[in-house]
C-alpha cells in the first residue's frame, strides 16, 4: 500500500468515526432530558468562584499564582467551582444514570479504566465545556504548560468519574490521553479516593521507576482543582468510605501533536529524558574539557623543545 492509499483510509475511517459518534450524541440527546438546563450554557458567575475569575481576568502569571499552589512540581491546586454549580452538577449525574437504567441505554464510559461515570459531551455539554477550556484553563496552561502544548489546546474530552460502594474502587497507575487535564472534585461525603502522582513521563521511560522527589499525594477538596500533564503518570487510591464524583477535562493540542511526530525523541518534559541530556552533558563535556587540556599540554611541552618553530611552521617545507 502506498503513503498516499494509507492516508486516504486513515481519512475515510476518521469520517466513520465521526458520523457514528455524530449519530450516538444525537440517539442520547432525542430522549434525555436535561434536569439543570443551566449547566449547558457557560456562565461564570454562578460556576466560579470570584478569586478564579478575578484571576483569569487579570490573565498575568502574577495574579494567578496569587490563586494557585503548587504543592509538587507540575501540580497546580486551586479553588474553582461555586457550591452550587458543584451541586447542580452531581443532580445531573444522578439524573444520567436513572436515564440509563430505565431507558436501559448502553453508554460510552469514559476512558478504559472507568466501569461508572459519564461522557459529558455526549450529553449536550460539549460546547459549554468546549468554552471552559479555551476561555478559562488555556490562559493558565499558556502560562505553566507551555513546554507540553498548552498554549495551542483546541480539543478537549469532558466527563465524571464515580467512586465508592458499587462503583469503582480506585483507579490504577496511568497516564491521560491530553496534553493537560483538569480534575475537580464535586463530592460528596467520601474519605480515601487521593490521587497519587509518580512524575512525569515520555512513552519511552514510561514505566521507569518513581524518584522520591516524584512521589506526592494529593486529598480532594469540593470545589478545588488539580490541574496537570497528561503525561504526569498518577492513579487513585481506594475510596474507603461514600461516594466521591469528579469532574474531568482532558484538554489536547493537534499543533502539539502533530509537531511532536518529527521531533527529537528527547523530551525536556520528561524527568528521565531530562535527567539523561544532563549527564550526556557532563560526560561529553567533561570529555571535551580532557582533550583540550591534552591539546595544550602537548602544545606546551612541542614549544619548550623548539621554541624557534611553531607547530605550523615545524610542518612548512
Known amino acids: 500500500m502506498s ?26 440527546l432525542s430522549t434525555y432530558r436535561p434536569m439543570h ?20 481576568s487579570e490573565n498575568t502569571e502574577e495574579g494567578f499564582r496569587n490563586i494557585i499552589s503548587e504543592p509538587s512540581p507540575g501540580i497546580l491546586t486551586f479553588e474553582m467551582l461555586q457550591p452550587e454549580f458543584c451541586k447542580m452538577l452531581l443532580d445531573e449525574v444522578k439524573n444520567v444514570e436513572n436515564w440509563i437504567r430505565e431507558t436501559r441505554t448502553r453508554i460510552m464510559r469514559p476512558n478504559t479504566l472507568s466501569a461508572h461515570g459519564s461522557v459529558l459531551d455526549d450529553f449536550g455539554m460539549e460546547t459549554m465545556l468546549g468554552k471552559l477550556m479555551e476561555d478559562f484553563i488555556l490562559p493558565l496552561s499558556r502560562v505553566f504548560f507551555h513546554k507540553v502544548g498548552g498554549a495551542t489546546l483546541d480539543s478537549h474530552h469532558g466527563y465524571i468519574v464515580e467512586y465508592g460502594t458499587n462503583r469503582d474502587d480506585h483507579m490504577d497507575l496511568h497516564v491521560d490521553d491530553s496534553e493537560v487535564t483538569l480534575n475537580v472534585c464535586l463530592g460528596e461525603q467520601f474519605t480515601g479516593g487521593e490521587l497519587f502522582f509518580r512524575g512525569v513521563r515520555c512513552d519511552k521511560h514510561v514505566n521507569v521507576k518513581s524518584e522520591p522527589g516524584e512521589i506526592y499525594n494529593y486529598s480532594h477538596v469540593h470545589g478545588c482543582a488539580v490541574l496537570h500533564r497528561g503525561r504526569h503518570r498518577h492513579g487513585a487510591l481506594s475510596t474507603t468510605f461514600g461516594h466521591r464524583v469528579n469532574m474531568l477535562l482532558w484538554c ?66
Open 3 to 28: 503513503t498516499n492509499q494509507g492516508n486516504e483510509n486513515g481519512s475515510q475511517a476518521n469520517l466513520r468515526r465521526r458520523k457514528l459518534n455524530k449519530e450516538y450524541r444525537e440517539g442520547i
Open 37 to 56: 438546563r443551566e449547566l449547558y450554557q457557560m456562565n461564570p458567575t454562578r460556576f466560579f468562584v470570584p478569586s478564579f475569575l478575578k484571576a483569569v
Open 252 to 317: 489536547r493540542s493537534y499543533v502539539f501533536r502533530e509537531i511532536q511526530k518529527y521531533e527529537n525523541k528527547v523530551h525536556d518534559w520528561c524527568h528521565v529524558c531530562r535527567k539523561e541530556k544532563e549527564e550526556m552533558r557532563r560526560h561529553f563535556g567533561a570529555s571535551l574539557e580532557h582533550e583540550v587540556l591534552k591539546e595544550r599540554i602537548a602544545s606546551s611541552e612541542a614549544g619548550s623543545s623548539s621554541p624557534c618553530f611553531s607547530r605550523t611552521d615545524s610542518s612548512s617545507p
